[in-house]
């Protein structure tokens, strides 16, 4: 793209289209990037400064460290007992997650290879199947997953909900495309000429080129899991320790004496914007550190190409 | 796709060629190939059936039973009743209405925002092209709760940095403004804020597909960068288009989380039952009529497929066609 520039119209001088258009995307840039800067400020401010209104533009001029402290206090003492419930939460979501997204690899990379690579009956009745609930939006079958796990009784329970969290149909399309378009059907002929068995061509011969999608695979299904807000609302709430964090900060939000002051004036802490946007802040940071992770994968697109020869 | 295409053509023996070959060796490697893959499928299968077909074959039987109630706790064949309940039930049109009411200000301002700034940032090659793609796509980052949460602030008439703005338009409390007839702007605000990024990149995706040529036969043409825009983008880039309105289209059906964190935040000024997968969720936990839960959920399983059916057949994306031809 960049080593058209010259033939580019506009690319040189400045008319007034060219500065429409920058002006408009700047504007428009800043919409969506100031309230961001704003948020994570607030959760570096005190509930003091927030009154006063002295922290200055976008309450930037408010942060501190020992406000961060304070609110963790506060954030970190919600719960019966001593508190902890928060740290607990995050725990949940972290098992939730992060088995979920191993059940979506194991059932996604040899499904989609399968699906890409082998002719068999039934085949595009699956794919189908697939491309339908990965289109579906996921929140459509918590009522009916709701009764199926009530009818063996286990609302409440955090395996169910991982183990739901591991069909990721989205996980499956993203293999199928991968070997779709990486891994040459010769590849797979000249394995079975060799002797290998179906199963022993996926093994030794698909999953070592397949890096890439498993990093995709794992992001997206790990992010998918970590946000899940009605699933784990309609199974879990029942049981306060075994909540994930999504479901958590709404318990979080509903004891702020911003929102709910006979609730909040039950508790021993005091759970301001300022701390509820600490606690999101903290909730975010295991996705900020799976997408670093998997940031160059993410980035560099589908060319794998190792299987040219 | 094309390289298996390439890979068909170098490989001349007849073993590559496929489906014609009828040989008794073929036909081995054919139930082994067939075994195979049955194999590799089970965990996803199993997968498959736990989180989708059990679940959605068991609230269809479930839809079927008479709800028990106090005076007749058994339950039993009830034939169509709990469709009837859900369809009779007060609060059903409403909650389709109010549905309504946000898409038909989100769907047109968020198929505005991802096409307009998709084709802005195609206009703008090089760097700034690309930061500007990035600034758009950080909020999709905040999905879900975190997403909310950031609104909350943003809305909240004395702690938001448009608190100004809040209070000059009248607004004293979150109770004025999360009011049922501000409910479509709120959504629209916070789903398009969450929404956008990630669509300018799909359908920026399929702006880069189009092949540089095009561009300089129509600027020898005389095509200005407006002309390349509205005549040869816009109409090339439909397929992306239709995709990403269907999508948000189904999506709009299975809004929860924000309605039903709204009233939540806003003292019960909004109605718990605002949403029809809120109305479901009232019929499970709290009237505990569960026929009439799953009735409803099949309502809306329903039409989210239909729309599913609709995206899976028309759009091309799937690159299934092409796989055809192997």
Known sequence: MSNSAPGVVGAKHWTVGRIARITVMVIIAAAFILPIIGFIAMAFRSQEGVLAGTDGFLGLGGMSWDNVVFSWSQINGFGPGGGGLFTRWVGNSLVVAVIGGILALVAALPAGYALSRLRFRGRKVLLFATLLAMVMPNTVLVIPLFLEVNAIGAVGQLWPVAVIMGFFPFGTYLVYIHFMTTMPQELVEAARIDGLSEIATFFYVALPISKQVIALVAFFSFVANWTNFFLPLALLTSNQENKTISIGIQELIGASPLFNATVAAGLDVKLYMPQLALATFLSMIPLLIVFLTAQRFLIRGQTVGAVKG | ?326
């Not at chain 2, 925002?113 to 090659?125: E, K, N, T």
């Not at chain 2, 020898?220 to 390349?228: P, R």
């Open chain 2, 1 to 326: 796709m094309s390289s298996s295409t390439l890979a068909t053509k170098r490989t001349e023996p007849p073993a590559a060629g496929g489906r014609a070959s009828t040989t008794p060796r073929r036909h081995r490697t054919r139930h082994a190939e067939s075994r195979g893959a049955w194999i590799l499928l089970a965990p996803y299968l199993a997968l498959f059936l736990v989180a989708a077909a059990i679940p959605i074959g068991y609230a269809f039987w479930i839809a079927l039973q008479k709800a028990p109630t106090l005076v007749n706790p058994a339950s039993g064949f009830g034939g169509l009743d709990s469709f009837i309940t859900v369809i009779t039930d007060y609060r059903f049109s409403g909650t389709f209405i109010n549905i309504f009411s946000v898409m038909i200000v989100w769907l047109p301002l968020m198929m505005l925002g991802i096409v307009g700034l998709a084709l802005l940032v195609h206009a703008s090659p090089g760097r700034f092209g690309s930061t500007m793609r990035f600034f758009y796509f950080i909020p999709g980052a905040l999905s879900g709760i975190a997403n909310f949460v950031l609104w909350v602030y943003l809305l909240h008439p004395t702690q938001s940095p448009l608190a100004p703005l809040w209070q000059e338009v009248g607004f004293g409390s979150l109770k004025e403004i999360v009011t049922d007839g501000n409910m479509p702007m709120i959504l629209t605000g916070m789903l398009f804020f969450q929404g956008v990024g990630t669509w300018i990149i799909v359908v920026n995706g399929g702006l880069n597909g189009i092949p540089d040529e095009i561009f300089e036969a129509a600027k020898i043409d005389g095509a200005n960068a407006w002309d390349l825009a509205w005549h040869i983008k816009l109409p090339l880039i439909r397929p992306w288009i239709g995709y990403a309105a269907l999508m948000n289209l189904a999506y709009g059906f299975q809004l929860f989380l924000e309605p039903y964190l709204l009233r939540q935040i806003s003292s019960g000024a909004i109605a718990g039952e605002w949403a029809p997968t809120q109305l479901g969720y009232a019929f499970a936990f709290t009237n505990r009529n569960f026929p009439a839960a799953a009735a409803l959920s099949i309502i809306l399983l329903v039409i989210t497929l239909s729309i599913g059916v609709v995206i899976v057949m028309k759009s091309g994306l799937f690159g299934d066609e092409k796989e055809k031809k192997r």
